[in-house]
């Protein structure tokens, strides 16, 4: 924008100066009167568009005297300039009357320029759906045909890691049950059925006796592994015996002891070459000279690690894969109360076997790996068109928002400014990174580069989400019918009344948690941690396992817990189920109904929706496709920094 300019009144024809006291409205449109004194006769373009403020979103003539109500300047000695010289405009004034004998003049720019049907242009364009779009400009929605195409092929990929990734932890799980039939004595298939409630109780020792038993059985199956298993194992490793002990010390039969300065932890060795010579427990701590000392133990670990190999791999290539098992079997009495379990922890990581013969890849491992690499090419084309669209959008964001502030003195509210500001586009670019991520990881596990079980683990949570996120964004194009439309519009709108009545019901739901936590734990194991009283009382809400919740616990353990659990379940069951789903089920159905009546009557348009319907004509197809993002973003910088020095000009004068 130019800085204003002085001009000799003498070069003007018929236009002395002089001062305006009154500038009256067009008969046609009626407004209020603007007054100006002589020593400043000028009207600044905010004062207009503040008077006529109600009328800028309201008469869609596109006529700038009929849209905002500019008055002339109508005296004796200051006139109008014509029509022609303001760019066309009925009624622009393009020139400030002053004492001295100079005409001050400002550039053509104003409510119903060009520039201003341009941004409406822009903004009606910008609003349209994808479909509305390509019947506008007749050019192919790639975005859109980028999603459709990415939601096949990347639950295709999904669907190959997944049973690649179960064959994988089937394997891990079946190694984990052979281990604890060879290493842990009487070990019941029981064990192995997750059963709710558990089909047994807990494996524990409670005396000398057994320990023992179950150290020897447990040595004496590692020793003789490579020749009994049915399965190739072979040892790799020493066998560890590690003993952790608390701080006291000689406990005798009065109770009195002695503290230590702190717990102490010793380790015995096996060597591998000596296990054929092993022939009990006690034998071996005696001629280590280890002593456990029992009233006081915390820990006992007995640690090893065997190999094997997978002549029937599971993964892409047909190569035998090598495995390495590292083993603990762990004796826990920490809680010291006379009973201590048995733990067996198996940690499965793939090593590189020895191998010399030389494979080749497959087919279907090279397809798989052209695959991979087609749907990180197609993830980072999403990314970059979504990435680009959003740059566009706070581009024209603060275009709108230059152009109401200079014309109309206007600002754009926070609710105005998320509109430009889509949200499917945020979440595509968030799923877009997460695919990326977990399908270069899935290429270097399947290229078996890293063996690591946390990448697989972080890569099926990428895959995972970011599938579950490409298929809600479908969502996105159904809401172009009516009748899905409707849903999508009752979700969204409901959202801020049900974000604020969770956060009022998470405060209720938090202290029963707590309660059930500290007064019913004792008693019944869904309440034993914070975490399974939430997930037991989530359970109770959507009606599950009700009885048995109530009758955990019996009035002979505790009377008064006994009547406090009932009182504590009947107040949750009958306020959460009654009272709180009744009432998140009525807000969805009040947002429903209004979102049925707009249907039906027409919603109502906001400001900006006023503003860019009020445009002289539509946008034209294809006309500002040749805009480049960096050009608009300097004129914006640009303009707005003109913007300013002419306020600030103007102030000075």
């Known amino acids: 924008m130019k800085a204003p300019s002085l001009r000799p009144q003498s070069r003007l024809q018929n236009m002395p100066c002089c001062s305006c006291n009154n500038l009256m409205p067009d008969a046609g449109h009626p407004g209020p009167s603007v007054s100006v004194s002589a020593a400043s006769p000028t009207f600044s373009r905010s004062q207009i568009s503040v008077a006529f403020q109600d009328d800028v979103f309201t008469n869609h003539t596109g006529s700038r005297r009929n849209l905002i109500g500019i008055p002339s300047c109508n005296c004796s000695a200051c006139e109008e300039l014509p029509g022609s010289a303001a760019g066309g405009m009925a009624g622009a004034t393009n020139n400030r009357c002053s004492t001295n004998g100079y005409e001050v003049l400002e550039n053509h720019s104003g409510p119903g320029d060009a520039e201003e049907e341009k941004i409406k242009g822009k903004l009606n364009f910008f609003f349209l759906n994808p479909i509305d779009k390509y019947l506008a400009s007749k050019r192919l929605p790639w975005k859109l045909c980028l999603q459709i195409l990415k939601v096949f092929l990347v639950t295709v990929q999904l669907w190959i890691f997944a049973d690649f990734r179960s064959s994988h932890t089937t394997y891990y799980a079946n190694q984990e049950v ?123 670990y007995l640690n090893f690690s065997l190999t094997s190999i997978n002549l029937s791999p599971s993964g892409l290539h047909p190569d035998p894969e090598c495995y390495q098992f590292l083993m603990q079997i762990m004796f826990d009495n920490t809680d010291h109360d006379g009973q201590v379990p048995v733990y067996l922890d198996v940690e499965p990581a793939r090593i590189q076997c020895s191998s010399d013969i030389k494979t080749t890849s497959s087919f279907y491992s090279q397809f798989i790996m052209f695959f991979n690499v087609l749907v990180i090419l197609l993830c980072t084309c999403s990314l970059f068109l979504c990435l680009r669209s959003i740059l566009r959008a706070e581009l024209l964001k603060y275009e709108t928002e230059h152009l109401l502030g200079r014309n109309y003195d206007m600002a754009l509210t926070v609710g105005e400014k998320l509109e430009f500001l ?25 290229m078996k580069k890293i063996a690591s079980e946390d990448l697989w683990d972080h890569c099926s949570m990428m895959l995972g989400t970011g599938n579950l996120l490409v298929w809600i964004g479908l969502l996105r194009y159904l809401g172009f019918f009516k009748t899905y439309n409707v849903l999508i519009l009752t979700m969204k709108g409901a959202a801020p009344n049900i974000i604020r009545f969770l956060i009022c019901a998470a405060m209720v739901y938090i202290g029963f948690v707590f309660a059930g936590w500290a007064i019913l734990g004792p008693y019944n194991f869904k309440f034993a941690s914070l ?94 496709s040749g805009e480049s993002s960096l050009d608009r973003l300097f004129s914006i910088i640009r303009r707005t920094w003109n913007y300013h020095n002419q306020r600030n000009y103007e102030e000075m004068e």
């Open 531 to 624: 975490m399974s009283t939430s997930e037991c009382l989530f359970s109770l809400i959507n009606g599950d396992d009700m009885y048995a919740t109530f009758n955990f616990i019996h009035f002979n353990q505790s009377p008064s817990v006994w009547i406090y659990s009932r009182v504590y379940l009947y107040s949750f069951i009958c306020l959460f189920i009654y009272l709180v789903l009744s009432l998140f089920i009525s807000i969805i159905m009040d947002t429903y109904e209004i979102i049925k009546i707009g249907y039906n009557y027409g919603f109502q348009p906001s400001r900006l929706e006023q503003f860019y319907t009020s445009g002289d004509s539509e946008h034209p197809s294809g006309v500002f």
């Open 422 to 446: 889509n949200l499917w586009y945020v979440m595509i670019c968030i799923n877009d990174c997460l695919i990326i991520g977990g399908s270069s990881i899935k290429l270097v596990l399947e």
């Open 178 to 300: 052979t281990m604890q039939h060879l290493f842990i004595k009487d070990w019941d298939q029981a064990r192995e059925v997750n059963a709710y409630p558990p089909a047994t109780g807990k494996l524990a020792l409670y005396s000398k006796l057994e320990f023992i038993k179950y150290m020897d059985y447990a040595v004496a199956s590692w020793a003789s592994v490579e020749g009994s298993s049915l399965a190739p194992f072979f040892r790799n490793s020493d066998l560890w015996l590690c003993v952790q002990h608390y701080g006291a010390r000689n406990i005798s039969r009065d109770l009195s002891f002695s503290f230590a300065q702190e717990s102490s932890e010793e380790c015995i060795q096996l060597q591998a070459d000596q296990a054929d010579k092993f022939n009990t427990s006690t034998e071996w701590m005696e001629d280590k000279h280890f002593t456990v000392h029992w009233h006081v133990m915390e820990r006992l």
